[in-house]
C-alpha cells in the first residue's frame, strides 16, 4: 500500500473518532456543594457506569466516550444516588452545556436535544396548569377554555413536527395531552383526561423504556387519578388498587420484561407513602409473579425484606436461651417500648455506642433492650455483655451468616429497632442517640 493512502486512511480514522466524542459541561451551584459527578446510561433495568469527573469551583467538564449509545444519561452529584441526580438526552452527535442550582434546578445552555425538550415541557406544563386553574377557579368564559385547548393542540403539533427524528420527539409524542374538541365541563373534561390518558404511550418504546418517562407516566396514573371530591384515607386505598387493575389491563400485551419494572415503580411508591395495603396487592397479585418470570429473584429477596421490617409490622420473632429456658421476643412484657440491638462483642463501634446507650436508658423508663450479640463464639461476647447488665442479651452464633442477620437485614453493627409494647416496628433509628430521642420524643 503506498505510505501516503495509509497516512490518509489513518487521518480519516482519527477524524471520526474525534468527530464521535463529544463532552458534557457546565456549571453547578453553589459551587461548594459540589465536588464530583458520575455519567450513567439509563436501560429498562439498570444503570450502566459511563465516566467521572471532578467538580472544581463548581465548573465541570466530562467527555463522552466515543462508543457511547445515544438515549437518556443521569448525573450523579451527591449519595444517595437515587435522590441527588438530573437526566439529559445524548444523541451522540452534539456537545452539551448544562447549568444546575439546587435551587432552581436544570437548563440548558447549549444542546438541541434538550433545549427543545425541556422548552417542551416547560409550555405544555404551563397550558396545562391555565386549564387546571380554569376549572378549580370555576371561571364561566368558555371561550377562554376552548381558546387555551386550541393553543395546547397547536403547541403539541408544533413540537411534535419540531422533534421528527430525533431522541426528544419520542417523549414529545408520548406525552401528547387529552385535548377536548370543544368546552366541556370538569366532571366530562375529567372522565375523558383518564379514558384517553394511556392514548399516546407506547410501552415497547426502547427509547421510552430507557429513561424514567414511562415509571413517571404509570406512577402519575394510579395515584393522582382519584374522585375529584375529598375522600377518607381508608377509602383512598381501594381506589388506587382499582387504577392498578385498569393499568394491568393497559399493559397486557406488553413484555414481562417491562412489566416487572413498572409494577416496581408502583410498589415503590406505595411504600414510601405506606400505603402498605396498596403495596402488598401490587407484590401479590402482579410484581412477584413478574420478577419470578424474568428471575429477579433479588427484587423479590429485596422487597420480603422490606416488608417484613417496615413500620408497622410485627418485629420478627427472635429466641434466646436463659440457662435450659428459651425466651422469646414475643414474651418479653412490662415495657412501653422495646429497643433491639444486633452487636458484636469484635465490634469497636458497638463497643464504644452500647455502654453509652446502657448508661443513658437509666433516665428513661418503661424501656426494655434485647441485646443480640452476632458472634463466632461466645468467649468474649460473654465479658462484654456482662457489662451490660441491665439489657436483656441473646447471642446468635454464625456472626453474618446467622439466621437473625438475614431475618432482620443486618447489614453493620450496632443496628437499632425500636418497638412498641405490641412488638411492632415503630423507628429504626441510624445509632443509639437516635434511639434515644425517640423515646425521649415519644415518652
Known sequence: MNPKNTFFLLTLCFTLLSEAQHSVSGNLSPADDYKWLIAYKLNPDHQNYIADTAVKNGAFSLDMPANAQTGMYRLVYAVPQEEFYFDFIYNGKEDIVLSFDSQKGLSFISSTENLLYARYFNEIHGLE???????????????????????????????????????????????????????????????????????????????????????????????????????????????????????????????????????????????????????DFIYDNYLKSLATETNKFELIKKIEIQNRLRLGAVAPEITWNEGSITKRLSGL?????????????????????????????????????????????????????AKLSNFVHGIALGKWESPYADIYDIQQTPTYYVLDNEKRIVARPGDYEEVLKFLKDHD
Open 333 to 385: 412484657s412490662g415495657a412501653k417500648n422495646y429497643v433491639i440491638v444486633f452487636w458484636s462483642s469484635t465490634c469497636s463501634h458497638c463497643l464504644q455506642q452500647l455502654p453509652e446507650f446502657h448508661k443513658a436508658l437509666k433516665d428513661i423508663p418503661n424501656t426494655k433492650v434485647l441485646a443480640i450479640g452476632l458472634e463466632d463464639d461466645d468467649v468474649t461476647w460473654k465479658k462484654e455483655s
Open 129 to 279: 396548569k391555565q386549564i387546571t386553574q380554569f376549572y378549580l377557579e370555576q371561571k364561566k368564559d368558555r371561550n377562554l377554555l376552548i381558546n387555551l385547548n386550541k393553543k395546547l393542540a397547536a403547541v403539541q403539533k408544533s413540537f411534535e413536527t419540531q422533534s421528527q427524528g430525533m431522541l426528544s420527539g419520542h417523549f414529545i409524542s408520548a406525552n401528547r395531552p387529552y385535548i377536548a374538541s370543544g368546552y366541556e365541563d370538569a366532571e366530562t373534561y375529567m372522565k375523558h383526561k383518564r379514558e384517553h390518558y394511556f392514548d399516546a404511550l407506547d410501552f415497547n418504546d426502547q427509547v421510552l423504556q430507557g429513561s424514567d418517562f414511562l415509571k413517571d407516566k404509570v406512577v402519575n396514573y394510579v395515584f393522582t387519578a382519584l374522585p375529584n371530591h375529598q375522600i377518607a384515607s381508608k377509602e383512598k386505598e381501594p381506589v388506587i388498587m382499582d387504577n392498578v387493575k385498569e393499568l394491568a389491563q393497559v399493559l397486557e400485551d406488553v413484555s414481562a420484561t417491562n412489566k416487572v419494572q413498572l409494577f416496581n415503580s408502583l410498589w415503590t411508591q406505595a411504600s414510601n407513602d405506606n400505603l402498605n395495603k396498596v403495596a
